[in-house]
């Protein structure tokens, strides 16, 4: 059974950091594209940032560019996402995500059928 296994949630002011780790139960997850999701309270699941296999491209929501880096340790099987500069608004459900085909093709409504990790909770207080 594959498994994406998050860490590094928990509860910060505005302005702070933190940072999430995801790790992949498989080597073959080095071969796959992978992201970050996030579902607020209230609100459907969104894309945050995604990373090739290489690691060479990078993807980012607007609402996280230039504040959020997405990056990957190959060799670990893990991707991280370093979060400064938190707001409220960035209070969320965090989830680690592997498309089922490798490849997410621009395509960032993802199914309930890809490889998803529990969540972990990021919270941001004012």
């Known amino acids: 059974q594959v498994q994406l296994v998050e860490s590094g949630g928990g509860l910060v002011q505005a302005g702070g950091s933190l940072r999430l780790s995801c790790l992949a139960s498989?080597?073959?997850?080095?071969?796959?594209?992978m992201g970050w999701f996030r579902q607020p309270p209230g609100k459907e699941r969104e894309v945050v940032a995604i990373i090739t296999w290489s690691g060479d491209r990078t993807y980012y929501s607007e609402s996280v560019k230039g504040r959020f880096t997405i990056s990957r340790d190959n060799a670990k099987h893990t991707i991280y996402l370093q979060m400064n500069n938190l707001e409220p608004e960035d209070t969320a459900v965090y989830y680690c995500?592997?498309?089922?085909?490798?490849?997410?093709?621009?395509?960032?409504?993802?199914?309930?059928?890809?490889?998803w990790g529990q969540g972990t909770q990021v919270t941001v207080s004012s």
């Open positions: 498989e080597h073959s997850f080095s071969r796959y594209s």
């Open positions: 995500n592997a498309p089922r085909g490798g490849n997410y093709y621009s395509d960032y409504r993802r199914p309930e059928s890809d490889y």
